[in-house]
């Protein structure tokens, strides 16, 4: 089947078998290798992007579900030299070991910004309980999400812009 | 404060790996894709034990995409040889442990499910998976033995080990340890059983191989944490390629945790496939299938007794521990519950007489090998337990029953009845910043006002000592490794003055690019920027041993030590020359190269640009400015501290709600702080998820019970508090840094302080871990 959709803001069309998953268009199709796969029961997070605006587990959502969409990577937030809030918080402190989990988290976690009121620390850690991190013991992944939610009330960074 | 201002010795400078992490320029094994690729899918054993009768893949060959299917009987025609043990066991009696044949691909028999025994490579990942469907196995299905505790009295799973025991292995003294009992005011009994974990790197592991038939060459991209080793195993027991024609590259890793220290069927199949296909061979496991075949960790089953005098002086310690060694023996399975677990059970206490006796046995499940600590937590869990229960039956407080027993700082260095010798330590330090932080004196009145709420409140202590800086290699061969365990390090100063730097231990998330960048920034007094790491290539990196048993900084950054001051000795050869000064008068600090008692000095890179533009140059000195240097450890390090866990039962639920849990370690000299931080963070998520989450649960037929996210409960972000960490430091007397690593402190202090806790809210001992709502409910209501 033929679909159209946009990724980091570039439109592709593409030929794909209508079982494609979006994780596999994302990595296999347009080569954007920064989403992972961790898991095959959608229970880990690692392939979170943000489908118009939302977080969702790219694994378990069909390519033709996004025909039209407007899909957003861990490549379309930031890259190095100019970081989205949320990557130089992770950054800052220390949110990260082995990196393989990050993007599903980063992009996670900027959606609980978005549309998190008031979080604190607990609501933090709820709120990304749909991402697994093996290394970190999650703490300083807590840290960083509190950092980058006080600078967006702070006005000065705009967490909720992919 | 600027990266520039700090970025030495004992900054929390940022990541320098970070960036790509951060925004998906990571390159794991699965980003790696080569032209033409095939791709493999796994035929499995769907039986714990089963004869192979039959293998019919006309269907699969005849589907459109598939290249070949591939068994067992197809390697072990190609000469390949089977996946060896990397570790001799003598056992009591003196004789080799018995150790039983393990092909990569089964041909004859399968003995876990998931064992692999053929693969089916096509064109693309999904007609492979397709196809597999189609191979008919025909199966003779024998009777599994799956519990370890029975499995001595099972039928023989493997031809010739007898009891399905591969060693019976001793440590200490029998005979004195009994007498000691026997003379002691009080003996405190404990049965205890160490929950099998399933590790769960979250990069399932991944392998693609390329061969090319021009030179001859192998290439292997896989999820290894020590890339070297993987080479030399599968080059001289294996025999897929010499060492010379294979190359083994680890690039990023999503962790490892011990579950990729070891050599796989499946990346073994990768290498051999793609050569006899001549193409590009790609496998990446499903999460399922991580769960079937990564070896798994800990499973024991053990019974201690404590002697204690009236005095509540520890008099002897004797440990029975029936170890489950899986289907078998792992890379260095063998050694995990003897050399790593036994020697550890004197603990901070000094117990003159230690006896324990370990049962290794086979049973029909994955392979039981290293997993974060590796025999350490389980030698915690015992001696930390025990001597908890044994404050609360003698009525003692379980602070000060242990402190009366600890090693004092005026011990060292001590010597152990289980062989090692403690180097330096200050266990009361620990300890006692560790109950202030924890408040621990306040605990009463906590308790009181928890019960107020309804809620059951506990505290448990854990003082855990572990053996890191894996290892002497001289101790190490002699007790049956089959490879020393020295590190590699080379720093090649290029003619610019900036430094690349190449490691034998390999990163998959403990920021050695980093670290290793700080330490030679330090040295050099060159920016952090200036210094880039390379690890885990066999192609660009000379030798190396890899990452496991927290040895990368206190062995691997030791090398770099050595290399480094090679380099400034070496430098202040040339400037010596350059400026026209006796040699005994130049010195290096700060970054240049300065002549004493005079403004004479040359800067770091002056002086490397002159090593390859060598006109101004001694005539008896060789031109480059680059070292390589291999450190063989004189000892294990002793990393050690306290642990306090404190936790609150719902009597209703038997939800069990850790809330608080308060952490002081003891790594001698930190190099990167914030770096070590998250090291136990990461450790204590484990640790806590073994006590109170984490179980691989096989059935009595050997079908995992628990092999997927929904049925394996990993800690989520919502089950841990913010944890309360803080370090004293003694520093290591026996390395260059003075570091004695902090990758598995959090894994191994932890259950034990956690379960302490636990059982002291339950007011019981009997509660197994993972210590579940189910079990916690039963446990209170008696049932």
Known sequence: ?162 | MTEAAAVGIGASVRRKEDVRFVTGKGRYTDDINQPGQLYAVFLRSPYARARIDAVDAAEALAVDGVAAVLTGRDMADDGLGDLPCGWLVKQADGTDMVSAPHPPLAHSVVNYVGEPYGVVIARELEIARRAAELVETEFTEREAVVDPDRAMHSEDIHEGVVGNLAYRWTLGEQAATEAALAGAAHVVRLDLVNNRLIPNAMEPRAAVGVYDPGSGDHVLYTTSQNPHLERLVLSAFVRVAPEHKLRVVAPDVGGGFGSKIFVYPEETTVIWAARRLGRPVKWTAERSESFLTDAHGRDHVTHAQLGLDADGRFVGLKVETVANLGAYLSLFGSSVPTYLYGTLLAGQYRTPNIFVEVHGVYTNTVPVDAYRGAGRPEATYVVERIVEAAARQLGRNPAELRRINLIRPEDFPYQTPVALVYDTGNYQASLDRALALADYAGFPARKAEAARRGKRRGIGLSCYIEACGLAPSKLAIQLGAGVGLYESGEIRVNPTGNVTVFTGTHSHGQGHETTFAQIVADRFGVGIDDVEVVHGDTGRVEFGLGTYGSRSLAVGGSALMKAADKLIAKGCRIAAHMLEAPLDAVGFDDGRFRVRDSNQSLGFGEVAFAAYVPANYPEDLEPGFSEKAFYDPENFTYPAGTHIAEVEIDEDTGVVELVSFVAVDDFGNLINPLIVQGQVHGGLAQGIGQALYEQGIYDDWGQLQTGSYMDYCMPRADHLPDFVVDTTVTPCTHNPLGAKGCGEAGAIGSPAAVMNAVTDALGREDIAMPATPEKVWRALAGR
């Not at chain 1, 570039?10 to 596999?24: I, M, Q, R, S, Y």
């Not at chain 1, 961790?38 to 992007?49: E, L, P």
């Not at chain 1, 009121?117 to 999400?145: F, K, M, P």
């Open chain 1, 1 to 162: 089947m033929k679909l159209t959709l946009t990724v980091n803001g570039d439109a592709h069309t593409l030929d794909v078998a209508p079982n494609t998953l979006l994780v596999d268009v994302i990595r296999e199709h347009l080569h954007l290798t920064g989403t992972h796969v961790g898991c095959d029961s959608s229970q880990c997070g690692a392939c979170t992007v943000h489908l118009d605006g939302r977080a969702v587990k790219s694994c378990t959502v069909l390519a033709g579900q996004a025909a039209g969409a407007r899909v957003v990577t861990i490549e379309g937030i930031g890259g190095p030299g100019r970081l989205h809030p949320m990557q130089e918080a992770f950054r800052d402190r220390h949110a990260l070991q082995c990196g393989f989990c990050t993007p599903g988290m980063i992009m996670a976690a900027i959606d609980l910004v978005r549309h998190g009121d008031g979080l604190d620390r607990q609501s933090v850690r709820r709120g990304l309980e749909g991402n697994l991190c093996r290394c970190t013991g999650y703490h300083h992944i807590v840290d960083a999400v509190m950092d980058a939610a006080a600078a967006t009330r702070d006005a000065t960074a705009e967490v909720g812009h992919d």
